[in-house]
């Protein structure tokens, strides 16, 4: 059985940081991309970041030069480094195997339950 749990997320104000993990189980992580997806309050689902099995990443726009994704394939566990934190960055993060699509949402086996990033002063 897939299992994807999200922790580390918390109340943080403007400019600071949050450090996102994903404990994956249930499947061979080293041979799987994986995804950040948040969503804003009373919004869409939005494509943060993915990692190939190679570690290669890639990142929205919004998110670029301030995050970073990256895997511990020993420790079966994604990450997100969340760095200079903007009120707009306030969402539900989930984690997701394989890469995002637009018909792919939760909750599915392939999503983890979200953790909270909320950043206000």
């Known amino acids: 059985e897939v299992r994807l749990v999200e922790s580390g997320g918390g109340l943080v104000q403007p400019g600071g940081s949050l450090r996102l993990s994903c404990a994956a189980s249930g499947f061979t992580f080293s041979s799987s991309p994986m995804t950040w997806v948040r969503q804003a309050p009373g919004k869409g689902l939005d494509w943060v970041s993915s990692i190939n099995i190679f570690s290669t990443s890639t990142y929205a726009d919004s998110v670029k030069g301030r995050f970073t994704i990256s895997r511990d394939n020993a420790k079966n566990t994604l990450y997100l480094q969340l760095n200079s934190l903007k009120t707009d960055d306030t969402a539900k993060y989930y984690c997701?195997?394989?890469?995002?699509?637009?018909?792919?949402?939760?909750?599915?086996?392939?999503w983890g339950q979200g953790t909270q990033v909320t950043v206000s002063s």
């Open positions: 997701k195997r394989g890469y995002y699509s637009a018909y792919d949402t939760p909750p599915s086996p392939d």
